[in-house]
């Protein structure tokens, strides 16, 4: 089955770039997703990429794709103390009943930015 | 327009007891979900309903039931709890028939089984 990785826990200083990874097995995916989740509440959808892209940015944001070996980063320009949480990697294919979208969710990195 | 909301948000049981989980979602999505968040594993989902009227099993089903109410609500049911069912409980939906897929998470259940 499908499955998605991740570093459980990254620390940087205020002001800094963070770069958190992602490596997936799913080679039929669609979209490659990065939700955030703050303490005590649901994830939300942070940015997504098409899967036959290399790139995107979304101002302090940067996606890289590496569909050869499987590997998505999300890059947060500046990074502060309000963007401590847990970011989870996730991908889509077509894998539930009716053709409708299965989302994998990878086990997510918690990022605490230091003042 | 209050999103996906779940109740309770805490509930402790004891081995063995059943509850039922509420979920209700306001943005006219055919699609929900229940995943359960586990330290260390991510999201798997339990349950989800593709569209009102039908539901299937996700990855980790056993100990759990569902009901699509109708199109706004899904509950999760554990007829008997385990420790093992320990977990945060989150309900999404999405309107899955439409790129980019994106799901909208409630707030979550905090369940400990004793």
């Known amino acids: 089955g499908e499955d998605v990785e991740q570093s459980l826990f990254l620390s940087v200083r205020e002001g800094d770039s963070s770069v958190i990874n992602c490596t997936y097995t799913?080679?039929?995916?669609?979209?490659l997703y990065w939700y955030k989740q703050e303490p005590g509440a649901g994830l939300q959808l942070l940015t997504y990429?098409?899967?036959?892209?290399d790139m995107k940015q979304d101002q302090r944001l940067t996606v890289l794709l590496n569909k050869k070996d499987k590997h998505l980063s999300l890059r947060i320009a500046d990074t502060q103390t309000g963007d401590s949480a847990i970011y989870f990697c996730?991908?889509?294919?077509?894998?539930?009943?009716?053709?409708?979208?299965?989302?994998?969710f990878g086990t997510g990195t918690k990022l605490q930015v230091i003042p | 327009n209050a999103g996906v909301t779940q109740t309770p948000k805490f509930q402790v049981l004891k081995t063995g007891q059943s509850m039922t989980l509420q979920c209700a979602q306001d943005?006219?999505?055919?699609?929900m979900y229940w995943y359960r968040q586990d330290p260390g594993m991510g999201l798997r989902l339990i349950y989800y309903?593709?569209?009102?009227?039908?539901?299937d099993k996700g990855e980790v089903p056993n100990g759990y039931n569902v009901s699509r109410l109708n199109k706004r609500e899904f509950s999760l049911r554990l007829e008997s709890a385990a420790p093992s069912q320990t977990s945060v409980y989150f309900c999404?939906?999405?309107?899955?028939?439409?790129?980019?897929?994106?799901?909208?998470f409630g707030p979550g259940t905090r369940l400990t089984v004793t």
């Open positions: 996730a991908e889509s294919n077509l894998g539930l009943s009716g053709g409708y979208q299965k989302v994998t």
């Open positions: 990429i098409f899967s036959n892209m």
């Open positions: 943005m006219n999505h055919n699609s």
């Open positions: 999404a939906s999405s309107e899955s028939r439409e790129t980019p897929y994106e799901q909208y």
């Open positions: 799913d080679s039929s995916s669609t979209y």
């Open positions: 309903s593709a569209s009102e009227g039908t539901t």
